[in-house]
């Protein structure tokens, strides 16, 4: 998830990227910094066997000595091999690149969606409509108590989804409701399209990772975690939300240290439940890990 994300010409408050597990572990094999463009027409043309890169790659409709440039910054960051062979320059995958992004879901953020609001939105939706960057389309406004939620008076593109939540204290996942479903819109993409979300997806990975037991308290009595889908999400119990790490922290008015009985009471992990989080969740990131780094390995083992 990364926010304030996009192109030149569109930039959302919150982008989701849906991947693949596997091979969102077989990506790291590229290191943890973005691709961009260049990079990402190198390495996912790189051919498993020694080639001069202009055989081995597609024509590009820039000048090949761009192409030199990229292949050496290629090279630098490890994530092509290179030799020459006389003049020419050979290269070699170090891995196959993989397709890792399954769903790119756009959101905007506005709390409070009045009629100009709602105006100016407007356009920008349809841009994204228009260039179906995205899978999906989301407004996420404030909930109202009035029987008909003003955004769906509002004139918004159909295809877009309009999801309303209490903004107060962190997004309340459970009690947002959808109000209006999104069309899919990107059925049957054209590769330059392909493209252009691949390296929006490859922005929000170069954004980086934080692991959010390291920023919140798990250590606090209220701190919970509850699965949705594949992934371990915090709750915490007092605010009967997922709350955000911005609230979760040392000046959190609710938060309540583990009672010392607890550390005690013959849990099976030293240090009470809020250690037992963090251990498990450091499990699930090394796990992530090592299956990246198996992933390398039979790739080094088969060449
Ligand atoms: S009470 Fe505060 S510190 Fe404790 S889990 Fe909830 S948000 Fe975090």
Same mark, same amino acid.
């Given at each position: ?31 943890? +910094?973005? !691709?961009?463009?260049? *990079?990402? @027409?190198? =390495?996912?043309? &790189?051919?498993?066997?020694?080639? %001069?890169?202009?055989? #081995? ?61 709602? +105006?100016? !939105?407007?356009?920008? *939706?349809? @841009?994204? =409509?228009?260039? &179906?960057?995205?899978?999906?389309? %989301?407004?996420?406004? #404030? ?84 699965? #949705? ?75």
């Amino acid at each position: 998830m990364a926010r304030q994300l996009g192109t030149q010409q569109r930039r959302w408050d919150t982008v989701v990227v849906e991947a693949d597990p596997e091979r969102l572990a077989a990506r790291r094999q590229f290191g943890d +910094r973005e !691709l961009d463009s260049d *990079l990402l @027409h190198i =390495v996912r043309h &790189a051919p498993t066997e020694w080639a %001069w890169y202009r055989e #081995a790659l597609p024509e590009p409709d820039y000048p090949w000595r761009y192409v030199r440039e990229s292949i050496h910054r290629a090279d630098d960051r490890g994530i092509l091999k290179t030799r020459r062979s006389g003049n020419r320059i050979e290269i070699k995958q170090i891995a196959p690149y993989p397709d890792w992004v399954d769903r790119l879901i756009a959101i905007e953020n506005k709390p409070d969606l009045d009629a100009s609001a709602a +105006r100016q !939105l407007a356009d920008q *939706l349809q @841009h994204d =409509v228009d260039t &179906a960057l995205a899978d999906e389309v %989301w407004v996420a406004t #404030a909930k109202t108590d009035r029987r008909v939620e003003p955004a769906l008076l509002e004139s918004l593109p159909v295809e877009a989804g309009i999801l309303t939540t209490d903004f107060e204290e962190g997004v309340d996942v459970d009690s947002a409701s959808v109000e209006w479903y999104p069309t899919r819109l990107t059925s049957g993409q054209e590769s330059d399209q392909h493209n252009r979300r691949l390296e929006l997806a490859e922005r929000a990975y170069g954004r980086g990772w934080r692991r959010y037991y390291k920023t919140m308290r798990p250590d606090c009595r209220q701190f919970q975690l509850r699965r #949705a889908g594949r992934v371990l999400l915090p709750w915490c119990e007092a605010k009967a939300c997922h709350q955000s790490s911005t609230v979760c922290g040392s000046s959190c008015g609710d938060f309540e240290p583990e009672p010392p009985a607890w550390r005690t009471r013959g849990w099976p992990i030293e240090g009470g439940p809020g250690r037992g989080i963090k251990q498990l969740l450091d499990q699930r990131a090394k796990a992530a890990n090592r299956r990246a780094e198996t992933n390398q390995a039979e790739t080094t083992r088969s060449e």
